[in-house]
């Protein structure tokens, strides 16, 4: 009943920058917190940021002063701008959302994830 879908994945040279979005549709009341994660080749899966429904926004350490979440809560949106990207941040990226939706349900949903490289 509910669908994220990210995009802006791509390839980029260390130092550079690369913008994130994704979007959630289905049959949505609202959302609550959504969010950013990332998993390379051989770890786990790491918080990278997360947004409060009000725009409250929390960072892990390694991001920190480098990335930046923002939301558009009219168009069901999260973003995530990374700049002065390392080689370290390859990985698989994710978005998450909290959502109460169809029936006064609430679950906490995926994206697909879209994969960031970043070269040395």
């Known amino acids: 009943q509910v669908q994220l879908v990210e995009s802006g994945g791509g390839l980029v040279q260390a130092g550079g920058s690369l913008g994130l979005s994704c979007t959630a549709s289905?049959?949505?009341?609202?959302?609550?917190?959504m969010g950013w994660y990332r998993q390379a080749p051989g770890k786990q899966r790491e918080l990278v940021a997360a947004i409060s429904n009000g725009g409250g926004a929390n960072y892990a350490d390694f991001v920190r002063g480098r990335f930046t979440t923002s939301r558009d809560n009219a168009k069901n949106t999260v973003y995530l701008q990374m700049n002065s990207l390392k080689p370290e941040d390859t990985a698989v990226y994710y978005c998450?959302?909290?959502?109460?939706?169809?029936?006064?349900?609430?679950?906490?949903?995926w994206g697909q994830g879209t994969q960031v490289t970043v070269s040395s």
């Open positions: 998450n959302a909290d959502v109460l939706y169809g029936g006064g349900r609430r679950a906490v949903f």
């Open positions: 289905g049959s949505i009341f609202s959302i609550y917190a």
